[in-house]
């Protein structure tokens, strides 16, 4: 997986022709198993609007669109809040076939953010106000998703993005939802979907096999990317070993033990039955003498911090509610943000760079880097550029007539109570297509550098981007014998493009 270095973009490599019509493509943002990320300007609007062109590679002729993206693209036109991600369209090439999503485009995301305070920056703590900011935008972004019935299941520093300049300055976005899905009454384990969550932040219940889990897992990754904001270096940094399927990470499990003592009945009721450590795998049972009998985050967080650094008592109480065992007793997020560290000075802000009118602080930017006129090369689809293709004037003015293939019509949930009183939320048939394979190394959604970290699954094992499968209602009609679904079917084909699903 390529990375990009801070505070640049690199020039684009070739740009499918069928982005042309609506997009001025800049240079490459990012590149992972599953394609290319572009940064992009629209074209034909008065004001410039930058955009994030997440383009997925072209699947093999008849397997049609992935699955994962389909997922993606049905939770984030339901979802609507202010520290989510905005998806703006689709594109749909045909020929190739090929897909990409277009969404909002952020300058920064937490990765870079503590790159740049551990590399270059003059003072290598960030600013109490910063990182509280950011915690608790992260988790009211959370509480969203939760309330929602919603699970991540990848977050990490470089999923959490934060927006530069404009009208939402210094706002964190919650990105990439590959892996996300619902989770009510599930007819199946949970762990069927495969291995989910970067193994750095993967929670302990995940590591031992647990069958069944909750939104506890996304709290305890928000935790230790609390940690890594305070430290400026991963929290449980383990060694990862390939294995399909498997979720179980020894090394993973000693860090965490290290850290916060051996586990035990009082401190995680009922975890001697999950099945990693019932079948004492690896030996993670007998390794007991290694790790201190009581938890030692207080003092550990203190040793990684950099000289002159200052962590308030009620940070590490909050941290420690995070990092809880037991995930029937770990804090959620909508009681996180209750909680008291953030009712103390600093307060908390919708903006993490600024303070009072005052820049705490100031990080660079990608776009000086890039002549915004770089020409890019153009790839056209087999057979050229379909005449009857909409322009993006044409979208603009009558999405509807661009979208010729069958969706679920969705409404944001922006607020708490729709007019019928449930959920907007697609059902899980539509959400979550069974079976789905997941490569591994995927690049953040859209901004940043995609880091050299663990990926969040081995190869192939859990819902993701790698694998392309059919999908009804997506390039290939959904069969039903009918003649009239087998006219809709062959009308949706002659179709190049569409702007929203």
Not at 19 to 39: A, D, N, R, S
Not at 291 to 306: C, E, G, K, N, R
Not at 456 to 478: D, E, F, I, M, V
């Amino acid at each position: 997986m390529q990375q990009t270095s801070p505070g640049s973009i690199q020039p684009a490599p070739a740009v499918p022709a069928y982005l042309q019509p609506f997009y001025e493509v800049l240079g490459k943002i990012g590149e992972g198993t599953y394609g290319v990320v572009f940064l992009a300007r629209v074209r034909g609007e008065k004001e410039p609007r930058m955009l994030a062109i997440k383009t997925f590679k072209p699947g093999k002729e008849g397997e049609g669109v992935s699955p994962t993206a389909v997922r993606e693209i049905m939770l984030l036109k339901a979802l609507c809040h202010e520290h989510v991600v905005r998806l703006d369209s689709v594109r749909l090439c045909r020929t190739d076939p090929s897909l990409s999503l277009a969404f909002d485009y952020a300058e920064h995301d937490l990765y870079e953010l503590v790159r740049h305070h551990r590399e270059k920056a003059r003072s290598r703590n960030m600013e109490p106000y910063a990182v509280k900011s950011l915690l608790w935008q992260l988790l009211k972004g959370l509480a969203y998703l939760h309330r929602h019935a919603v699970m991540h299941r990848d977050l990490k520093p470089s999923n959490v993005l934060v927006m530069g300049d404009g009208p939402e300055h210094g706002r964190v976005k919650i990105a990439d939802f590959g892996l996300a899905r619902t989770w009510r009454a599930p007819l199946r384990p949970l762990s069927d979907n495969g291995v989910v969550v970067t193994i750095w932040y993967r929670a302990p219940e995940l590591l031992l096999g647990a069958q069944h889990y909750t939104a506890a897992v996304d709290v305890w990754a928000a935790g230790c990317i609390f940690a890594e904001l305070l430290t400026l270096r991963p929290l449980f940094p383990g060694n990862e070993v390939k294995a399909p399927s498997n979720a179980f990470q020894a090394d993973q499990l000693d860090k965490i033990f290290t850290v916060l003592g051996h586990p035990s009945n009082s401190l995680w009721a009922g975890f001697e039955s999950l099945h990693y450590w019932r079948d004492n795998t690896d030996n993670i049972r007998t390794r007991r003498s290694h790790h201190p009998p009581a938890p030692t985050l207080d003092s550990f967080i203190t040793q990684q911090m950099y000289p002159g650094a200052r962590v308030a008592s009620s940070a590490m109480q909050l941290l420690a509610r995070m990092l809880d065992y037991d995930p029937t007793t770990r804090v959620t997020a909508e009681e996180a943000l209750n909680d008291a560290f953030f009712l103390e000075e600093p307060l908390p802000g919708p903006d993490a760079f600024v303070s009072n009118g005052r820049a705490v602080a100031e990080y660079p930017s990608r776009l000086k880097y890039k002549a915004a006129s770089t020409p890019v090369p153009i790839h056209p689809p087999e057979g050229g550029l379909d005449p009857s293709a909409p322009s993006a004037q044409q979208l603009q003015q009558n999405p509807a007539a661009a979208m010729q293939l069958p969706t679920q019509s969705t409404r944001p949930l922006g607020k708490e109570k729709q007019a019928s009183g449930r959920s907007a939320l697609p059902s899980r048939s539509q959400v979550a297509p069974p079976r789905v394979g997941r490569s591994s190394g995927h690049a953040p959604q859209h901004v940043g550098s995609a880091q050299e970290r663990p990926s969040s699954g081995p190869k192939g094992t859990a819902p993701g981007r790698g694998q392309q499968l059919s999908h009804p209602g997506l390039l290939q009609g959904k069969k039903s014998g009918g003649r009239g679904d087998q006219a809709n079917s062959r009308k949706r084909k002659e179709n190049t493009s569409f702007g929203f699903l």
